[in-house]
């Protein structure tokens, strides 16, 4: 099939694309007044090229190509590509790739095509191949764009009606389990079925493929542990042992295939010491609750735990998107305290995730931390975030005393971040 046929197949898709439902996004934006590069990254299937697709359409003319087709990243000669773009569409101005990083040497065409005076609008897959190689090659002339699956308020505008406080706490309870794909929610797919192909997808077409990497399963068990123990500590040696990888270094090096590909994502531990906080122990997140749920091992879900992982991805985007870095904070006596915030050089504010405060000795256990952390770090912004205890206490202990905030998940979900 000659390039131009192809790309006249991708405009027909997306023609019938934009005849779907689309779901706005409450946060990410194209602005196309500038010349600069817009970059929007994220994980497969999260909604990068409907939303791009969607913005574009909007009283605008432009090409597409999505590189997701293997014929065309065999193409030798870029100016063919172009050459069929402006035959499909008329000679746009805007030009959208699609999964750019599946197009050998696409960073030298692209910054080609900007000199040229051509407005560009790329996704990707890959946070390795996009940040990094965009911060070497194309310094000062892109804006990054962060793409993830549905956020709280976005799986609530599905509905399409303003919902009761018990409402909103119910499809809660759906997200915390099913997690915020689109297209499942949309289309009324299976979502574990979904997921899992999915993830099988990003496995093997995203990293083993690209990585060559022999021992296909090996990854594969190591994701699926790693899905089985969210929102917990790691390090290389233990999970060596686990899944039978014998060598750390590859362990190591699996992780940062996993997080590039936008699976997973760890968390450091706080330290005023940037060397402790490079060696320090982990902890593991995972960018959708939904791949818990398809893929892990356990039979019974840990429903603190996946409180604790939606957390951890509002905080992600957040830190993505330059606003803040987070970590997490851990004593000499192993009391722990979930998130640490910092803007610049001050540390923000202090939170602690716990599903379950009716008991006495769990709740004085996660505020014991808290409070101990707050007088550690100076931080007086102490944050609880728990299924439905709202308001704020004075609390003492042995001499450390505080003003702590309670807040339902869904409320700090829907918050103004």
Known sequence: MIIRDIIELQKREIDSLLKERYIERVEPNINLSNSLIKVIIGPRRAGKSFFSIYTLSKNNKFGYINFDDEELTRVEDYNELISAVNSVYGTPKILFFDEI?????????????????????????????????????????????????????????????????????????????????????????????????????????DIVKRYKIRYAQAISDLSEQLLSNIANEYSYNSLSKISKIKSTHTVEKYIKYLEESFIFFSVKRFSYKMKEQISSIKKI??????????????????????????????????????????????????????FVVKEGIKIKQLIQVCYNLKGAETKNREVRSLLKAGNELKCKNLLVINSDKEGEEEIEWFGIKAKVKFTPLWKWLLEEK
């Open 101 to 205: 990083q599946n197009l050998p040497r696409w960073e030298l065409f692209i910054n080609r095509l900007q000199r040229q005076g051509h407005i560009l609008v790329v996704t990707g897959s890959n946070s390795h191949l996009l940040s990094k190689e965009l911060a070497t090659h194309l310094t000062g002339r892109h804006f990054q764009i962060i793409v993830f699956p549905f956020s709280f308020k976005e799986y609530l505008n599905f509905e399409k009606k303003n919902l009761t406080t018990s409402e909103i706490k119910e499809k809660l309870n759906d997200y915390l389990i099913f997690g915020g794909y689109p297209e499942p929610l949309i289309k009324k797919i299976n979502y574990k079925e979904y997921l899992s192909t999915l993830l099988n997808s990003i496995l093997f077409k």
């Open 285 to 338: 997140y995972c960018i959708d609750n939904g791949f818990i749920h398809a893929r892990a091992f356990n039979s019974s879900q840990n429903i603190g735990k996946l409180y604790e992982n939606v957390v951890a991805v509002e905080l992600k985007k957040q830190e993505l998107n330059g606003k803040i870095n987070f970590y997490y904070w851990k004593n000499q006596q192993q009391e722990e305290v979930d």
